[in-house]
């Protein structure tokens, strides 16, 4: 006996039309139970930072029932293969991609790409150039964390006579301009003041944070303040001033507000950081993507997600939180 029947299909048919209706009547997509693939594209694997967000997207994501696909550059400055990777997700056919773009205006070319196949993309940390090349950015506001880290080394030193040491991130990111002009403004100087003693590039790692540090020192040995990109460098730095016998004359800042950092301020090491949050970008960010593929809703514009001034030294005019808070409140290990 054959089981077959030409009717099957048709009761087949009708019963999927059915549900496809009554789900159309209560406002859920028969897509819906499709995994959303979120993106995520950081600089690189290593910097606690971005270790941190990544931590933070996973856990966001499996939280929301999402999927997260997370690439990075091999290096700070790697902009070509942040470009390869946003490729990669586009054919993977991720609903968005969040990422901290190594080049702020290198990679108008793919995210145009990503948007114009309906991915949303928002810039975590670092915004594009121009910020309308992405949907959103959720970041700290880079240029006032770095009026904050100027201001406080400028009012910790008094009266003293300044000799500044900038040690700079990767050209080319918005967030290293910001933090650069912003020191500049808090501490009450113009880009080629005479108080400037020099600059280097340390593409915000440790090693290149000490030898920067070395090569300026080699150069003045009267540089009394030392700007950083962030702790990493900040701990190069440090190294430096030692081997120089100077860690005691320098008023060393930085941001970044890593657990590793607010224990070198503790310690003594760096004087200030100024404190970010990459996990709430990173959440903010996996919620936004989960928010646009239920219901196509898209954020906009720029997202400040906060800075806090941390040291045990404060001074008057400039608001600050406590190691203890900080290590309550700080990322990484």
Same mark, same amino acid.
């Given at each position: ?79 070509? /293969? !942040? ?5 990669? *997700?586009?054919?993977? %056919? ?5 990422? =901290?773009? @190594? ?105 290149? /944070? !000490? ?5 300026? *020192?080699?150069?003045? %040995? ?5 700007? =950083?990109? @962030? ?14 016998g100077k860690e005691g004359d320098v008023m ?44 196509g809703k898209k954020p906009s514009g720029f ?26 409140n700080c990322w990484g290990d």
């Amino acid at each position: 006996m054959s089981f077959r029947s030409s009717r099957t299909p048709v009761r087949f048919n009708s019963l999927f039309a059915g549900i496809s209706a009554i789900g159309l009547m209560l406002g859920v997509s028969t897509a819906s139970a499709e995994e959303v693939i979120v993106g995520l594209v950081t600089k690189t694997e290593v910097n606690p930072f971005f270790v941190k967000m990544r931590q933070a997207a996973e856990a966001r994501a499996k939280e929301k029932g999402a999927k997260l696909i997370a690439r990075a550059g091999k290096f700070d400055g790697d902009n070509e /293969g !942040q470009v390869a990777a946003i490729e990669d *997700l586009i054919s993977a %056919g991720a609903k968005g991609i969040l990422v =901290t773009p @190594n080049n702020s205006s290198g990679m108008l070319d793919v995210i145009k790409k990503a948007r114009d196949a309906g991915v949303l993309v928002i810039a975590l940390d670092t915004a594009t150039d121009p910020a309308e090349a992405v949907d959103a950015t959720f970041a700290t506001d880079n240029f006032e964390a770095g009026v904050q880290q100027g201001a406080y080394a400028r009012k910790a030193m008094g009266d003293k006579k300044a000799v500044v040491a900038m040690l700079d991130g990767t050209p080319g990111g918005t967030v290293d301009t910001f933090r650069h002009d912003g020191y500049l403004k808090g501490f009450g100087i113009a880009e080629g003041d005479p108080s400037i003693a020099g600059a280097a590039i340390t593409n915000g790692a440790q090693d290149k /944070g !000490q030898i920067g540090m070395e090569n300026l *020192l080699s150069k003045n %040995g009267d540089i009394n303040a030392v700007y =950083t990109i @962030n702790e990493p460098a900040a701990a190069g730095a440090y190294a430096a001033l030692k081997a120089f016998g100077k860690e005691g004359d320098v008023m060393l800042t930085s941001i970044d507000g890593g657990c590793a950092g607010v224990r070198d301020v503790k310690d003594g090491k760096i004087a200030a950081t100024v404190m970010q949050f990459p996990y709430k970008m990173a959440s903010m960010g996996v919620d936004a993507v989960v928010e646009y593929a239920s219901s196509g809703k898209k954020p906009s514009g720029f997202v400040n997600t906060g800075s806090f001034l941390i040291t045990d030294k404060p001074v008057d005019g400039l608001e600050s939180k406590d190691t203890a808070w900080g290590l309550e409140n700080c990322w990484g290990d």
